[in-house]
């Protein structure tokens, strides 16, 4: 399925769901204390030119659940909309499981 801007744009450019899933989750990958993007994954709801976004992660238990939240949808916001004309909206962290390193 492909998802395509409701504003005319210069280049008439479209991108597939998974292109934008894409991008969403390694940028919650990128930060440090995400041990993964886990569970349902990332869902992207996009309405006109914004993009709302739930993202399902594992995290490292040395982390602060609150700080890599508020981390990880700075970078999800930056890297969505450095490479694509899309404004994000509302992006939900959900943090569904906590990994523990054996020392």
Do not use: P, W
């Not at 597939?16 to 993964?36: D, H, K, M, Y």
């Not at 404004?87 to 906590?98: D, Q, R």
């Amino acid at each position: 399925m492909s998802v395509k801007r409701n504003n005319m744009s210069a280049n008439g450019i479209t991108y597939g769901n998974n292109v934008l899933r894409s991008i969403i989750r390694l940028a919650a990958q990128e930060i440090s204390g995400v041990e993964s993007v886990c569970g349902r994954g990332v869902r992207c709801y996009i309405y006109g030119d914004t993009i709302d976004a739930d993202v399902y992660l594992e995290v490292n238990s040395e982390v602060n659940c609150s700080d890599i939240a508020y981390k990880v949808q700075d970078n999800i916001k930056k890297s969505v909309e450095t490479m694509t004309d899309y404004k994000m909206g509302v992006i939900n962290i959900n943090i569904i499981s906590v990994k523990f390193t054996k020392h």
